[in-house]
């Protein structure tokens, strides 16, 4: 069983930034792949960033292009999601997830690639 603890939830204004962090249990084997996901009120959960851990490929929402940032520190068995020039409609509760089966880039953003999940944390961004 692998548990993932987030955090930085926060509330900023319109061009701001957060730093959400994702920190993984011990496990046997390492994820092969770790992933964002948000969702707003009313919406659908939708990919927002995906990091491959074993090279490090990242694959980003079109929204979120430029504005955020997934990376890693195996030691500290964490991901994180730098989170820059934010917009009212990047408000949302925000997961992380880690898979363990094999990973396929185009792909990233699709909720079965993953086999656990964050508790979540409420991003809040204001106009």
């Known amino acids: 069983q692998v548990q993932l603890v987030q955090s930085g939830a926060g509330s900023v204004q319109a061009g701001g930034s957060l730093r959400l962090s994702c920190a993984a249990s011990t496990y046997t084997y390492r994820p092969t792949h770790v992933g964002w996901f948000r969702q707003a009120p009313g919406k659908e959960r939708e990919g927002v960033a995906a990091i491959y851990t074993g090279g490090g490929s990242t694959y980003y929402a079109d929204s979120v292009k430029g504005r955020f940032t997934i990376s890693q520190d195996n030691v500290k068995n964490t991901v994180y999601l730098q989170m820059n020039s934010l917009k009212p409609e990047d408000t949302a509760m925000y997961y992380c997830?880690?898979?363990?089966?094999?990973?396929?880039?185009?792909?990233?953003?699709?909720?079965?690639?993953?086999?656990?999940w964050g508790q979540g944390t409420q991003v809040t961004v204001s106009s």
């Open positions: 997830a880690a898979g363990f089966i094999p990973f396929f880039g185009s792909n990233w953003y699709r909720s079965g690639m993953y086999n656990y």
